[in-house]
């Protein structure tokens, strides 16, 4: 099992346009950011990467973990570093979850964590804000996680990797237990990255919410009275 935690420092934030759930724009404190890397045939096989940040105050930084599998006993195994991350969170006050299309991430994990008799289901101790479906309440169309990161001008520094990819990928870890030490290290760390990527973009997105959805919608509206003059 590869377990990896990262800091990655943000400083003193401007919440003024951070995105409004439940009448609040600082429920990020309470919050846990969250994306799976998972390989499913049929049914879930396996989680390949699970990856979580927080936002420490004290630190004025991302608090990020990650777990990701070398073999088949890993399968189990990053269920339980997983179900032990979130009793942690709990422990320490977090309430909410933020995810892109979180229904798929929550199915999955779920799905596991009742396979092997783990007795938690993540819906039951967080409340989930998805960005996907805030985006659509407004816009009233779908979007995709990279998409939406143009729009709000993050450039990763991790290089994309399909669904399919990864799991193929997946799927040689939990087939072959020499795979991993097979595997070239640039290729691990583009798994890694490409996982920490998404957790760390939800925040941002999430702490500029409203400059940029709401800009776009004020354009919108002027360019629909420019159409009408």
Not at 26 to 53: M, N
Not at 56 to 73: A, F, G, P, V
Not at 147 to 167: T, V
Request: charged share 30%.
């Amino acid at each position: 099992m590869i377990t990896r935690e990262n800091d990655i420092y943000v400083g003193d934030l401007d919440n003024s346009g951070a995105l409004v759930f439940n009448g609040q724009k600082d429920l990020f404190k309470q919050a846990i950011f969250f994306d799976l890397e998972h390989y499913v045939y049929k049914k879930p096989i396996c989680v390949g990467v699970f990856g979580c940040c927080y936002f420490e105050d004290s630190e004025k930084c991302l608090k990020i973990t990650q777990y990701m599998i070398e073999n088949n006993q890993d399968a189990y195994d990053i269920l339980i570093l997983s179900k032990s991350y979130f009793e942690k969170m709990i422990k320490e006050n977090k309430k909410y979850i933020v995810t892109f299309s979180g229904n798929n991430d929550y199915t999955i994990i779920n799905y596991l964590f009742q396979r092997y008799k783990l007795h938690f289901k993540v819906q039951d101790f967080f409340i989930g804000i998805d960005l996907q479906k805030e985006y659509e309440k407004i816009k009233k169309t779908s979007i995709g996680l990279k998409a939406l990161e143009k729009e709000f001008g993050i450039i990763r520094d991790s290089e994309l990797i399909s669904g399919a990819n990864l799991a193929k990928t997946f799927n040689k870890i939990i087939k072959d237990d020499d795979y991993m030490n097979r595997m070239p290290e640039e290729k691990k760390e583009k798994i890694l990255l490409y996982n920490e990527q998404d957790v760390v973009s939800l925040f941002h997105m999430y702490i500029n919410w409203n400059n940029v959805i709401k800009i776009e919608e004020k354009n919108s509206d002027e360019n629909r009275e420019k159409a009408l003059e």
